[in-house]
T-cell receptor, first 117, second 115 residues
Framework: DTEVTQTPKHLVMGMTNKKSLKCEQHMGHRAMYWYKQKAKKPPELMFVYSYEKLSINESVPSRFSPECPNSSLLNLHLHALQPEDSALYLC????????????????FGPGTRLTVL | GENVEQHPSTLSVQEGDSAVIKCTYSDSASNYFPWYKQELGKRPQLIIDIRSNVGEKKDQRIAVTLNKTAKHFSLHITETQPEDSAVYFCAARTHSGAGSYQLTFGKGTKLSVIP
């Protein structure tokens, strides 16, 4: 099973709302990633968790708060977002984000289409 | 940090013709180069990848070549079909300096295959 799942598929929220995006994988991967993708642009890395610890935060605003409750789950908590945060949010996982010797292919989930009003 | 340049940004080919997309990278320490295909509204899907100790890899109609000296890698699609129409992203994997590796993506190429 090489599948990463994400919920919800679509989310519309106001600027004062609090919501969460969820990501799950059962491939035994130990690295998980959050990306933001705007239309006609490449995925832009936000966070990396490696062995359930946050290892990369690409200077993301604090209104985005990641959480990794266990090795299979990754959440992204959203609060006080701005309209410019509207985008496709992609989760990905790979076998081991710390080993340079492995191919460490990243597999993407289907994404959550977020609209901030 | 790593910088990946991808060309062309758009490419139109007739069905049955070949398509070539080229990428260059800046960090000589990059050691893994995947290519992703993203259809409209869908997730990026890995179509082929190559490690830095290999010069060429082929999978049916798709091939990737790597020139480490020139820091250049290319995607070749032969006998193109309408279902090959999508946005293609190249990427290079580099060490983040924080104990993890990350992918740096090119800006993408929108491939249109005309029946």
């Amino acid at each position: 099973d090489t599948e990463v799942t994400q919920t919800p598929k679509h989310l519309v929220m106001g600027m004062t709302n609090k919501k969460s995006l969820k990501c799950e994988q059962h491939m035994g991967h130990r690295a998980m990633y959050w990306y933001k993708q705007k239309a006609k642009k490449p995925p832009e890395l936000m966070f990396v968790y490696s062995y359930e610890k946050l290892s990369i935060n690409e200077s993301v605003p604090s209104r985005f708060s990641p959480e990794c409750p266990n090795s299979s789950l990754l959440n992204l908590h959203l609060h006080a977002l701005q309209p410019e945060d509207s985008a496709l949010y992609l989760c990905a996982s790979s076998q081991d984000g710390t080993s340079g010797r492995r191919t460490d292919t990243q597999y993407f989930g289907p994404g959550t289409r977020l609209t901030v009003l | 940090g790593e910088n990946v340049e991808q060309h062309p940004s758009t490419l139109s080919v007739q069905e049955g013709d070949s398509a070539v997309i080229k990428c260059t990278y800046s960090d000589s320490a990059s050691n893994y180069f995947p290519w992703y295909k993203q259809e409209l509204g869908k997730r990026p899907q890995l179509i082929i990848d190559i490690r830095s100790n290999v010069g060429e890899k082929k999978d049916q109609r798709i091939a990737v070549t790597l020139n480490k000296t020139a820091k250049h890698f290319s995607l070749h699609i032969t006998e193109t079909q309408p279902e090959d129409s999508a946005v293609y992203f190249c990427a290079a994997r580099t060490h983040s300096g924080a104990g993890s590796y990350q992918l740096t993506f090119g800006k993408g190429t929108k491939l249109s295959v005309i029946p």
